[in-house]
């Protein structure tokens, strides 16, 4: 009874941390893609579709996560050294993502070649394509208008659900046909490149003469994200007890 008692309270931990991070990053987005002139249900599935492939490279793949974190950092620092007054939010995106494709490149290099990360994240993606829309259809039918806490708490619910349902199948189904090669530079160059527009989010908060009429805007931005992350773990938790509850083990979990 002790061990499985300190099991769930071990999975409810992970969970919440995650629904943090996964919670944190799609308001983030969410907000970003707004002020940027996606309207209606774009911000909502482009937002779940990146927080979840994000989310699910670090839950099962942290290693080459953490390879791709730090190349984009680096990265987005070099850029803001050289950039000097102006700063591109796509420019500091793509620099990161190109770092990140090298550094996953020399990842699979060292001989740690291996296609379930690509496969665990194109799970996240499929998981958050289709929280996105279940959100979407729910917010539109019942003609709701519900805060970054509501949303972020719900869609991470929904993304955790349906990748601990369909990660195993999934996973299988992309067996034998995901090239090895390729797998650790694209899941690499896709967290870098949301390292770096993190960085840009970061860099406007501290160094606001660098942006002028955007400082407002990114005041804004980063004012949800707390809302957000705070929504996104309870929503995780709540899963993650249920799932547990249920069966579903976080310790019968592959992390590659």
Do not use: K
């Not at 990265?75 to 102006?86: N, R």
């Not at 770092?99 to 665990?120: D, H, K, M, Y």
């Not at 949800?224 to 976080?250: H, K, N, Y």
């Amino acid at each position: 009874m002790r061990d499985r008692f300190f099991a769930i309270a071990v999975s409810l931990l992970v969970w919440c941390l995650a629904g943090a991070l996964f919670g944190g990053l799609f308001i983030g987005l969410y907000e970003v893609l707004v002020l940027l002139g996606l309207s209606g249900w774009q911000p909502l599935v482009v937002g779940a579709v990146t927080a979840a492939m994000t989310t699910a490279a670090f839950y099962s793949a942290m290693p080459l996560a953490l390879v791709g974190a730090t190349a984009g950092v680096l990265a987005s620092i070099g850029y803001l050294v050289i950039s000097g007054q102006t700063i591109s939010l796509a420019m500091i995106t793509l620099i990161a993502a190109g770092s990140g494709l090298a550094a996953g490149a020399f990842f699979a290099w060292t001989g740690r070649q291996n296609a379930r990360p690509l496969a665990e994240t194109l799970t996240g993606m499929l998981a958050g394509f289709g929280a996105g829309l279940a959100m979407v259809v729910v917010l539109t039918t019942m003609d709701l208008a519900v805060g970054p806490f509501v949303m972020a708490a719900g869609v991470v619910a929904i993304v955790g659900t349906l990748f601990q349902l369909n990660e195993h199948w999934i996973v299988q189904a992309c067996h034998g046909w995901l090239p090895d090669s390729l797998a650790a530079p694209l899941v690499a160059g896709l967290i870098a490149s949301v390292v770096g527009a993190a960085v840009w989010l970061m860099a406007g908060m501290t160094t606001p003469m660098l942006f002028g009429g955007e400082r407002s805007l990114i005041d804004q931005v980063l004012r949800e994200v707390p809302t957000g992350a705070l929504g996104g773990m309870l929503g995780g938790a709540a899963t993650g007890l249920i799932l547990e509850l249920m069966g579903f083990r976080l310790e019968d979990h592959d992390v590659v």
